[in-house]
């Protein structure tokens, strides 16, 4: 009876010595000498605005500069991820000038994937830094991009954002730049 259970537990064992070498190797890694803790961990919107919550925004910007995390935060507002443009506000108003560019540019981008998210976060009074006049403008997007900001913001129906819709389409409505017009 063992003789013909064997097999049976040999495999058994083979299939748990793997998953159980793995999780002990992992536990007795040491972190890398001079590398922080959190930047092996993956950086998550709601992690960013618990740290913003919890350290203020000024020390959450100088810490993606340590982890060199920016690159990760403006692909994922450039997709238009909710989460990600939420924090846009918080960021912009403690980031340095090519970080403020950077992030406008991203929900620039935003904007054709996610119009409601971009626009909930605009500056109602078309201000300088997230006014529909800066964000929506065209500063050398494609015609297909403004076509589908376009359509985009028209869609948004809410009444909470009849100014941010205002600004945008009325910054979408200038005249295309060079750039843009060269059907690019």
Known sequence: MLIRSLPRLVL??????????????????????????????????????MQIRDNGARESVAQLDRQQAWPHVIRAVSAGWDGWIELVPDLIASADSAHVSALQAALRRGLAHNPHAVLQILDPGNGPVLGGGRICA???????????????????????????????????????????????
Do not use: F, Y
């Open 12 to 49: 058994l064992w083979l299939l748990l010595a793997l998953p159980i070498g793995l999780t002990a190797l992992a536990a007795g890694t040491p972190a890398t000498p001079g590398a922080p803790v959190e930047a092996s961990r993956v950086l998550t919107a709601r992690g960013l605005a």
């Open 138 to 184: 065209d500063a050398g997007m494609t015609r297909r991009w403004r076509t589908s900001v376009i359509a985009g913001v028209r869609k948004v129906h809410d009444i909470h954002l009849n100014h941010q819709v205002d600004d945008c389409l009325a910054a979408l409505h200038v005249p295309l730049t060079e750039t843009a017009d060269s059907g690019k």
